[in-house]
C-alpha cells in the first residue's frame, strides 16, 4: 500500500495522511457483523427446509425417479423417500412438492462416502442434457391436474424462462454464478416478483465455476471467488430462495432461519487427509510454505492467522473472465444493491473487484480441481505452471450410492486424469474455451522439485 502526503496547495497546510491502494496491491477485507442462531437448527433447515416453494410434485417424482433406498441423511416422513439433494415441502398451496436444496451443489461422494460442505465437481449442466422436452412434457400433463400444476408452476416457469440460458461446456463446471444473475434479472428488486421478461439483459457467456468448500467460510470477511459478497452473509445464503420465492413475505420468512445456517455452516470442519504423511517432509515444506505462500494464503495450526486478501489480476493471473464479466456486471451489481436484500437492519451489498480472494487452504488435498473454474486437476500442477494439462479428462469412479466420484491421486493431490492432445466429449476439459483458462498463479513455479513435493505433504496437513 502506498501512503500518500498530500499536501494542498490551495489548502492551507497539509491536510492529512490518504491511504491510497494501486491496482497493484493485494487488499485486505474489512470484517462485518454477521447473525447467528442454532447449529443444529440451520442443519435441519437445510434438509427439510423450504427455501424453495415450488417443485416437481412427489408422486411424479416417485413416478419418474426410482425410490431412494439409501436415506444418507437419515431423515424422516417423506425425505426420507427422495435422494440426498432434494427436500419435500409444502408449496403454498399444501401440496408436497420435491425441491432442491443446497447439497445439490455442496456434498460430494468421496471413495464412498458422502462429504457434506465438499463442493460437487460432477454435475451435468452441459446443454446435451435436453431438458426442454422434458419440462414441456410436464407441464402439459400437470396441466390436467390443477392442485398439482399450481404448486409446481412458479418452479417450471422459471426453469422454462431461463433454462436456455443456463448451460456449461463441460461435465462439473458449475453455472450458479450465471443461475443467480439471470434470477435476479427476472426479478423486480424491491417486490421480488417475477417477470416473464427479463429486465437486465445479460451477457451470453456462462462462465463456470469451481463450487467452494463450505468449512472455509469461518475464516473469510467476504463471500464468493472474488470476495464482493459484503455484509450479513445471511442474505446471500438464502440466494437459493430466488428459485421460487414469490415475495418478501416469503423471503422475509426465509431470512429468519440465516442465522440459524450461517452457524451450521461455521461447525464445518475441514476433512482429515486419510493416508500416512511424512512429518519431517511436512515439516520443511511447513517453512517453505510459510517463506512463499502465507502472505496470501496465512498460517495454520494453533495461532493460524488468515489475512483475507484480495488479489489483483495484475497478480494472480488467473482466468479474469469471471471477475470481469460476471462479478463487475453493474446491471447486476446495482439490481442487488437497491434490492430487498440490501436494506433493512442487517443488509448485504455487493462490492466487485479486479481480481479474486487468496483462499483458505483447510482440507485443499480434497478440492479438485483447483482455481475458481477447476482448471487444474491437481495440486502438483497448481505448484509448477508447466506441468498444467491443456486438455484433460478425470477418471470417474461410480459411486456405492446416488453419486459418481473422481479417482483420487494421494501423491499429486488431485484427481488422476489423462492429458489429452484434443478438445474432446463433455468430459473433457478444454482449457483454451473462454473462462476455462488455466495459466496465471506462478508462485510455485521458482521452487525446486524438492521444494515442492515438501509443500504439497505440508498441504496434506491443513
Ligand atoms: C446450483 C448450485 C448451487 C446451489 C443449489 C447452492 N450453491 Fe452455494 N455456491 C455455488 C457456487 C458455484 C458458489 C461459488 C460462487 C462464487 O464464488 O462465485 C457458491 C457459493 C456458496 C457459498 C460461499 C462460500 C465462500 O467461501 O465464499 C456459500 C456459503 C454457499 N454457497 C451456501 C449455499 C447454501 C446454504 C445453499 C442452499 C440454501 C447453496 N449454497 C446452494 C453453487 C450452489
Ligand atoms: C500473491 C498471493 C498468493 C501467493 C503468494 C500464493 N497464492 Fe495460492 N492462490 C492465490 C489466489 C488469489 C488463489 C485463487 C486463484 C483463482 O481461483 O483464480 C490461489 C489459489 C491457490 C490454490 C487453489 C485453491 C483451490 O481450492 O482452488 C492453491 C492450492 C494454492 N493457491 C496454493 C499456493 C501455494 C502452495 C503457494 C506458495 C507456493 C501459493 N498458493 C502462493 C493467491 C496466492
Not at 458422502?114 to 400437470?142: A, C, H, V, W
Not at 456449461?168 to 416473464?196: C, K, M, Q, Y
Not at 463450487?211 to 467460510?217: G, N, S, T
Not at 452457524?263 to 504423511?277: F, N, Q, R, V
Request: charged letters at 20%; proline letters at 6%.
Amino acid at each position: 500500500m502506498k501512503k500518500l502526503i498530500v499536501c494542498g496547495v490551495f489548502l492551507i497546510g497539509c491536510i492529512s495522511f490518504i491511504t491510497v491502494t494501486s491496482n497493484d496491491d493485494p487488499v485486505p477485507i474489512p470484517r462485518s457483523q454477521q447473525r447467528f442462531g442454532n447449529a443444529d437448527s440451520g442443519y435441519q433447515y437445510i434438509i427439510s427446509g423450504d427455501y424453495v416453494k415450488s417443485g416437481l410434485p412427489l408422486n411424479l417424482y416417485q413416478f419418474i425417479f426410482k425410490k431412494e433406498k439409501n436415506n444418507l441423511l437419515d431423515r424422516a416422513g417423506d425425505n426420507s423417500q427422495v435422494r440426498y439433494d432434494f427436500n419435500v415441502v409444502k408449496a403454498v398451496n399444501g401440496e408436497s412438492v420435491v425441491v432442491p436444496n443446497c447439497f445439490q451443489c455442496h456434498a460430494q461422494f468421496f471413495d464412498g462416502k458422502l462429504i457434506i460442505g465438499l463442493g460437487n465437481s460432477t454435475g451435468d449442466f452441459t446443454r446435451e442434457q435436453k431438458l426442454k422436452p422434458f419440462q414441456k412434457m410436464l407441464l402439459s400433463y400437470l396441466k390436467l391436474k390443477p392442485k398439482k400444476y399450481e404448486a409446481a408452476k412458479d418452479f417450471l416457469t422459471v426453469s422454462l424462462d431461463i433454462g436456455d440460458e443456463l448451460f456449461t461446456d463441460i461435465v462439473g463446471a458449475n453455472p450458479a454464478d450465471r443461475l443467480t444473475a439471470l434470477l435476479v434479472s427476472h426479478r423486480d428488486p424491491v417486490t421480488l416478483e417475477w417477470n416473464r421478461k427479463p429486465s437486465v439483459i445479460l451477457p451470453e457467456q456462462v462462465i463456470p465455476s469451481d463450487v467452494p468448500a463450505w468449512w472455509l467460510l469461518k475464516k473469510k470477511n467476504a463471500m464468493f471467488y472474488n470476495g464482493f459478497g459484503r455484509g450479513d452473509f445471511g442474505r446471500f445464503l438464502m440466494g437459493s430462495s430466488l428459485l421460487t420465492t414469490k415475495d418478501t413475505v416469503h423471503a422475509k420468512e426465509v431470512d429468519t432461519h440465516m442465522p440459524d445456517v450461517l452457524s451450521y455452516l461455521y461447525t464445518i470442519e475441514a476433512p482429515k487427509y486419510p493416508k500416512g504423511i511424512d512429518e519431517q517432509l511436512a515439516g520443511e515444506g511447513k517453512t517453505i510454505f510459510e517463506n512463499n505462500c502465507s502472505r496470501c494464503h496465512g498460517t495454520y495450526g494453533a495461532n493460524g492467522q488468515y489475512p483475507n486478501l484480495l488479489i489483483p489480476e495484475s497478480i494472480i493471473g488467473t482466468d479474469s473472465l469471471l471477475n470481469k464479466s460476471n462479478y463487475q456486471y453493474s446491471d447486476l451489481i446495482d439490481w442487488y444493491n437497491k434490492s430487498w436484500f440490501s436494506k433493512g437492519d442487517h443488509p448485504a451489498t455487493l462490492a466487485p473487484f479486479n481480481g479474486y480472494i487468496a483462499p483458505p487452504l483447510d482440507g485443499v488435498w480434497i478440492t479438485a480441481p483447483y482455481f475458481h473454474n477447476g482448471s487444474v486437476p491437481t495440486i502438483e500442477a497448481v505448484l509448477n505452471s508447466k506441468l498444467r494439462p491443456r486438455y484433460w479428462a478425470r477418471d470417474f469412479v461410480q459411486g456405492t450410492s446416488s453419486g459418481d466420484s473422481s479417482k483420487y491421486d494421494y501423491e499429486k493431490l488431485g484427481w488422476q486424469y489423462q492429458s489429452l492432445p484434443a478438445p474432446g466429449n463433455k468430459y473433457v476439459y478444454n482449457t483454451m474455451l473462454p473462462g476455462y483458462g488455466n495459466y496465471g498463479h506462478s508462485f510455485g513455479d521458482h521452487l525446486t522439485d524438492a521444494e515442492r513435493k515438501a509443500v504439497i505433504e505440508y498441504l496434506k496437513t491443513l
